[in-house]
């Protein structure tokens, strides 16, 4: 047994449809208990401490235990272009993004770039995310084989583009098929992997690509399913041209059985009445990436609107495509997006977007994202004064959320004080 001191943060419900005091729970001079990987139990540090008298502990002081940051969407593969200047997407892809993911045919270079992406995110306290990787299966195995050695709860999926895309980023119809099958059997479940399947959107998929990927995910409606909906005007012009066959884009992907519990629908901003109504219906999850959607030029993501009409929401950094590694920097631009909007979020809608929110996205919201007895212990601890900047605001603070605000705001992987993985520290 092992005992984490510190404060603690969680949630037991969900700060949108909750007043944020009521589902939160925090403990100023707080522990979690950890055995074999998972949370044994949290509470105030006197209990715990007398409850397990022979435990190792570990005091963190002053820094907040949270659950380790969970970034619903990615491209591990884009880590080393991050912040390429001045394009929109689909000349960003062109110009940026494609000619480095032809790289990923390479194991070394795929290797390589995974160790350095999980680097990069865990020191940034983020302990799950969800990646695309590259059309070549050698990018799937080397994120995993990277997650596996490190302990993480990690997902992904080999990336597919049978149109639209340069000769050496395409596969088939049939190829996409084959190989995401044999990735999918060789990973899912495999310690703590998970298979995604990764069409990556309608204007690089052909007809006939999107069919087979359906009818993949109606074979193993266990993994989930993940792609890019309705980010920019000018991607859904071109999709309405390629598929006018179709009501809308949401349809694309709905006609080939794309669309359910289970999908991870990235960006998601600019949608119709009925692409809402749809999505809602549909059961699909809609993942936020707010830094991307303000570096890219994409849009305001409507968070106020869909979940008042009831949507699961995760958030994400989107790298590369997003500007920051950090889930605390993605926070901070959700609620500056939010405020452009005329609807700010409350920094516990952050917090929980970032963790259990997340999870509940995934489908994991009973694994990770949350401090509770039987959840995995990846934990991070965050330091509420990493830098002078914020350390001389969230000492003027009177409560927690005023404490925990100029760390969302002005915070980066400085504030990460500890990462654990599995109760492991990294
Ligand atoms: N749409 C299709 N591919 C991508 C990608 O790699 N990044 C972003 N932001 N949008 C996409
Ligand atoms: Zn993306």
Not at 248 to 259: A, E, N, P
Request: hydrophobic share 45%; glycine share 8%; proline share 5%.
């Amino acid at each position: 047994m092992h005992l984490l001191l510190g404060q603690t943060l969680t949630f037991t419900g969900d700060p949108f449809h909750a007043d944020p005091a009521a589902v939160v729970q925090h403990e100023r001079r707080g522990a979690v208990a950890v055995e074999g990987g998972r949370i044994a139990a949290v509470g105030p540090s006197d209990e715990l401490r007398k409850a397990y008298p022979g435990a190792a502990v570990t005091d963190h002081g002053n820094a907040l235990l949270s659950p380790g940051f969970i970034d619903a969407h990615v491209h591990y593969p884009q880590t080393a272009i991050i912040a390429s200047w001045g394009k929109r997407l689909i000349d960003w892809l062109g110009h940026y993004t494609f000619p480095e993911e032809a790289r990923f045919g390479d194991p070394d270079y795929a290797a390589e770039i995974a160790a350095r992406y999980f680097d990069l995110t865990l020191a940034a306290g983020t302990t799950t995310a969800v990646s695309f990787a590259t059309i070549h299966p050698e990018s799937v195995d080397a994120f995993f084989a990277e997650a596996r050695a490190r302990g993480l709860r990690a997902l992904a999926g080999k990336t597919c583009m049978d149109v639209n895309a340069p000769e050496t980023l395409t596969d088939t119809a049939q190829s996409a098929y084959d190989a995401s099958k044999r990735l999918l059997e060789t990973w899912h479940g495999v310690d703590r992997l998970a298979y995604v399947i990764s069409p990556r959107f309608a204007p690089t998929s052909s007809r006939a690509q999107l069919e087979a990927l359906g009818a993949l995910w109606a074979e193993h409606p266990e993994v989930l399913m993940q792609t890019h909906l309705a980010e920019q005007h000018e991607e859904i012009a071109w999709v309405a041209e390629l598929f006018p066959e179709a009501r809308d884009y949401t349809d694309v992907y709905d006609r080939f059985g794309l669309l359910g519990e289970g999908a991870l629908m990235g960006h998601a901003i600019h949608l119709s009445p009925r692409e809402r109504d749809r999505l809602k219906e549909a059961g699909a999850s809609l993942i936020h990436c707010p830094t991307s959607n303000t570096f890219i030029g994409s849009g305001l993501f409507d968070m106020d609107g869909l979940m008042q009409a009831g949507h699961r929401i995760g958030l994400a950094t989107d790298t590369g495509g997003g500007s920051s590694f950090s889930m605390l920097r993605t926070m901070a631009a959700a609620y500056e997006v939010a405020q452009l909007r005329g609807t700010p979020l409350h920094p516990a809608q952050l917090w929980w977007l970032a963790t259990a929110g997340s999870a509940r996205a995934l489908r994991l919201g009973e694994t990770i994202g949350r401090l509770a007895p039987g959840f995995e212990a990846d934990i991070i601890a965050v330091d509420l004064a990493s830098t002078p900047a914020i350390a001389q605001r969230a000492d003027r603070a009177e409560a927690l959320w005023e404490a925990v605000f100029p760390t969302i705001m002005m915070g980066d992987d400085r504030a990460i004080a500890a990462t654990y993985v599995g109760g492991q520290r990294v």
